[in-house]
């Protein structure tokens, strides 16, 4: 079944050439490999790639501390109006206990001590009642009317002396402690600002949810109520027990500040809310200051700075950072890269601030240009304030999207998904699998076996040779076969050298590469397969033709046409990003063998191209086996 001799002739025949094609083929493999594996080619797409996964983190960055701003300091605003509004209640209340106290009738002189009963009966009966405060004061006028309950009687004393000495001991007892009333406030006023951000968080999500009716539950895009009422706690710096959870939460957040060199911030200032608050209840005025200039600032200042603070020290937080790398993995980003970018406490720090300012000065500006569209009453509210409110929200919505948008974002969604997919694309695997093995490196492999198969059986047959050889003792089985083991053996040994080629350069490359060794080794058994199918067929041709033009035409202009094919087929491959892809040549993928060849598994490391490789393992049996029967039964022209 085996002639040495013939293989031998076989392989002086063509050697040659088997060694020129092979030399080529490993030189191009070598210099693709080298060039590739440098980074000199991946210096751009890594370039285009860390470009928009900054802008993307930035941008989640800035969008999250506009949003960290906006509800602390509406927070705050809230904060401090139920903080004026308790303290205010409860300085008019004191005003008028005060006012009471102050209009103790003294004995008149010459006055009779029943006539004085009668004026102090009188007085008394004059005392303010917790009725007449609002809710926000009942706690400290009931206090009050208790106190008054303890009065001493007048009737209980024989002189007005010894009744008077017994007022002026009552009046040392007075429960009135501001102190108290401050507290107050304050726990009051913690609690209808939990009550508001967490309902502004909520209207927040199903405004989301009308806007995005595909939005998920558990989208990233929502907002968590808890982490954003924590945030707006922070932000107040509230003076909490550190023994008890909140408290120690919070402290926790400013240890992490001061590790990274900020101090910890000074508590919310109520102090100069209650003196402004205690001279407007003395002067007879209405209060404003929680709505003048100062206090606005200070509040949007603090917001600014505290919400920015908070959000530092999260997104630095080793979880958070964990989570963030698993939403970039698909980039390629692992925790050297993200660590490269240099996200640490001071620059997430800076890019929220920024994106705060940012945002107040356009916001500042924006309200008072919509303002002057609006006319107002002789107090200066707006009358349409709906309209207006509508109006303001439309231009904090762009606004937001402008500052916090990416450069993926910001772009036509055409053009962004490009982008997105240069960033994502592995340029080395595309250049050495797709576009040399299954391209460039089967050329010549592929003009190599057409010359060759040509050769073995109907060149000899067309030029007369192959009756020599038959006039011996040597049978066609044996012609047959022989040729068969040498094609398919001298193809096998091409690709072991571009395989040993292959990992020798990505040896000497010794650097990181996304290909490993066992898929080169897979891509060149892949490519081997192919030749291996297309072999079959040139053999076909060249066993049941006995002319080399018609054997060379058909086998091997099939043998081109595939190729040619493969060719167009890449740019409209989806392994091509859809910027240069043509996808209407993507059709040319379905009418090549060569597509079986599925670099894309290879390089993915899943296992989708085995029965794909099977296929043409198959097809080039049935080639050999066809084609050797022909030769066997067929007439020839000795």
């Excluded at 939990?194 to 968080?201: A, D, L």
Aim: proline fraction near 2%.
């Amino acid at each position: 079944m085996f002639s040495k001799a013939l293989f031998k002739q076989s392989c002086k025949a063509n050697g040659m050439m088997w060694a020129i094609v092979t030399v080529v083929t490993c030189f191009i493999l070598a210099v693709v490999v080298l060039i590739c594996g440098s980074g000199n080619i991946t210096e751009t797409k890594n370039a285009i790639q860390d470009t928009i996964v900054k802008q993307e983190i930035e941008a989640e960055y800035s969008n999250r501390a506009i949003n960290y701003y906006t509800f602390a300091s509406a927070g705050l605003e809230c904060f401090d109006e139920s903080y004026a509004a308790v303290v205010q209640s409860a300085l008019e209340a004191v005003s008028a206990y005060s006012t009471w106290a102050q209009g103790f009738p003294m004995i008149e002189t010459g006055e009779s001590f029943d006539d004085y009963k009668v004026r102090v009966t009188t007085w008394q009966q004059t005392a303010p009642t917790a009725d007449q405060f609002d809710a926000a004061a009942q706690q400290l006028a009931q206090t009050m009317d208790s106190w008054i309950g303890t009065m001493p009687s007048v009737n209980d004393y024989s002189n007005a002396t010894l009744y008077a000495l017994a007022v002026l001991s009552w009046a040392q007892t007075i429960p009135l402690d501001m102190q108290d009333v401050a507290a107050s406030a304050y726990m009051t006023a913690m609690q209808q600002m939990t009550t508001f951000v967490t309902q502004q968080v909520k209207e927040y999500n199903e405004n989301l949810k009308k806007e995005n009716a595909d939005l998920p539950d558990d989208s990233t895009a929502l907002l968590n109520p808890d982490e954003y009422l924590f945030m707006t706690m922070c932000v107040l710096y509230p003076q909490l027990d550190e023994q008890n959870e909140t408290g120690a939460a919070i402290k926790a957040i400013y240890d992490v500040a001061v590790q990274n060199g900020d101090s910890y911030p000074e508590y919310y200032d109520v102090e100069t809310l209650m003196q402004h608050l205690s001279e407007d209840i003395q002067a007879g005025t209405q209060s404003d200051y929680t709505d003048s200039v100062e206090r606005v600032n200070y509040r949007q200042l603090r917001a600014q700075e505290l919400a920015g603070v908070f959000l530092a020290v999260n997104m630095t937080d080793q979880d958070n950072v964990d989570a963030i790398l698993q939403q970039l993995a698909s980039y390629g980003i692992d925790s050297e890269k993200y660590a490269s970018f240099g996200y640490d406490y001071p620059t997430v720090k800076d890019i929220a601030v920024t994106g705060a300012i940012s945002y107040r000065g356009r916001m500042e500006y924006e309200e008072e240009k919509i303002r002057q569209h609006y006319s107002t009453d002789s107090d200066g509210n707006i009358i349409d304030e709906e309209a207006y409110e509508a109006e303001v929200a439309a231009a904090r919505k762009a606004i937001i999207s402008d500052i916090a948008s990416s450069l993926l974002s910001s772009l036509p969604d055409k053009v962004s998904d490009a982008l997105k997919e240069v960033g994502e694309l592995d340029l080395y695997n595309l250049v050495v699998g797709s576009i040399y093995y299954k391209l460039a490196g089967l050329l010549l492999p592929i003009i190599y076996m057409i010359m060759a198969a040509n050769n073995l059986i109907v060149g000899q047959v067309d030029s007369g040779s192959m009756a020599y050889v038959l006039s011996t003792s040597t049978k066609r089985q044996t012609v047959v076969f022989t040729q068969a083991v040498y094609l398919v053996g001298s193809l096998f040994a091409m690709f072991c050298m571009t395989t040993v080629t292959g990992c020798v350069c990505m040896a000497i490359l010794n650097t990181q590469l996304s290909l490993t060794y066992g898929q080169m080794i897979l891509l060149n058994v892949g490519a081997f397969f192919v030749l291996f199918c297309l072999s079959g067929l040139c053999f076909l041709t060249s066993c049941w033709f006995d002319r080399s033009k018609r054997a060379m035409a058909l086998g091997g202009g099939l043998s081109i046409f595939a190729l040619v094919a493969s060719m167009l087929g890449l740019f409209g491959s989806p392994v091509l990003p859809s910027i240069v892809r043509m996808s209407s040549l993507n059709y040319f993928n379905y009418i090549t063998v060569i597509s079986l060849f599925d670099v894309a598994s290879i390089t993915a490391g899943t296992l989708t191209f085995v029965w794909k490789l099977a296929i043409l393992l198959a097809a080039g049996l049935v080639g050999y086996i066809v084609g050797s029967w022909k030769f066997v039964k067929k007439d020839l022209p000795l």
